[in-house]
C-alpha cells in the first residue's frame, strides 16, 4: 500500500474517493448480473439451435441414404451454400454485438421435372440447417463478447470490492488516528502552557 499524507486534506480526499466507489460498485454489480444473464441466455439459445439443426440434418440425411443411388440425392450434396448473413448491431448490457437477421444461398438449378417430387423440400430443409448454424455462429460471437466484457466488469467489481473500498477504510482509520492523536498531544500542550503561565514564579514569591 503507498504511503498516505496523514492530512485532514488527505482524509477529505480518501472520504471522497470511497464516496464514489460506494456509488458506482451498485452499477458494476448490476451490469455483471445483467452479464451473466446474457450469457446463460446465449448458451440456451445456442443448444436450442444445435437440436434443431441436428434435427433437420437427421431429416435430409434420411432422404441421401433413402436414395443412394439417386440423382437427386447427389444434387443434394452441394445444392446450397451459404452466400451472406445479414446481421444488425444491438446493444446488450452495455455491449455491442452482432444479431443474425437472415441469410442469403445460392442454389443450384435443378429441372424439377427430372428430380424427385422431395428435392424441393430438402433444398428448404437444407437452407434452414445451414442459416440455423449461421445464427449459431452469430449468437457465439455474442457469447465471446459478452464473456470478455463480464471479464473486464468482474474485475472492476472485484477492484472495488476487495482493494479500493478497504483500502480506502484502512486509510481513513489511519488518518483519522494520527489526527486525533494529534489533536490529543495539542490539547495536553495547552494545558501544561496554560498551567505554566497560572503559576507564580519563585522569584516573585521573594520579592513579595
Known amino acids: 500500500m503507498p504511503k498516505i499524507k496523514l492530512t485532514k486534506s488527505e482524509l477529505k ?5 470511497m464516496k464514489q466507489y460506494l456509488r458506482f460498485l451498485p452499477t458494476l454489480q448490476l451490469k455483471k448480473q ?3 444473464m446474457e450469457m446463460l441466455n446465449c448458451r440456451q439459445h445456442m443448444e436450442k439451435i444445435l437440436k434443431e439443426e441436428e434435427k433437420l440434418k437427421k431429416s435430409i440425411g434420411g432422404w441421401i441414404e ?23 448491431r444491438k446493444n446488450i448490457a452495455g455491449v455491442d454485438v ?11 438449378e435443378y429441372d424439377i421435372f427430372v428430380m424427385d417430387s422431395w428435392i424441393d423440400d430438402a433444398v428448404e430443409q437444407l437452407k434452414k440447417a445451414i442459416s440455423l448454424k ?3 455462429d452469430i449468437i457465439k460471437q455474442q457469447f465471446d463478447l459478452i464473456a470478455n466484457e463480464l471479464r473486464v466488469t ?4 472485484n477492484l472495488f470490492e476487495k482493494v479500493k473500498i478497504p483500502e480506502c477504510k484502512e486509510n481513513i482509520r489511519t488518518i483519522q488516528i494520527y489526527l486525533g492523536d494529534q489533536q490529543t498531544a495539542a490539547v495536553g500542550r495547552s494545558k501544561l502552557a ?7 514564579s519563585s522569584g516573585g514569591e521573594r520579592a513579595a
Open 154 to 157: 468482474t474485475q472492476r467489481v
Open 98 to 108: 452482432p444479431v443474425f437477421v437472415s441469410a442469403d444461398f445460392d442454389v443450384a
Open 66 to 88: 433413402l436414395f443412394a443411388d439417386n440423382k437427386s440425392a447427389d444434387f443434394l450434396q452441394d445444392a446450397v451454400r451459404l452466400k451472406r448473413v445479414h446481421t444488425e
Open 134 to 136: 449461421a445464427e449459431h
Open 194 to 200: 496554560k498551567k505554566k503561565l497560572q503559576t507564580p
Open 34 to 36: 445483467q452479464l451473466q
Open 13 to 17: 480526499h480518501q472520504r471522497d474517493a
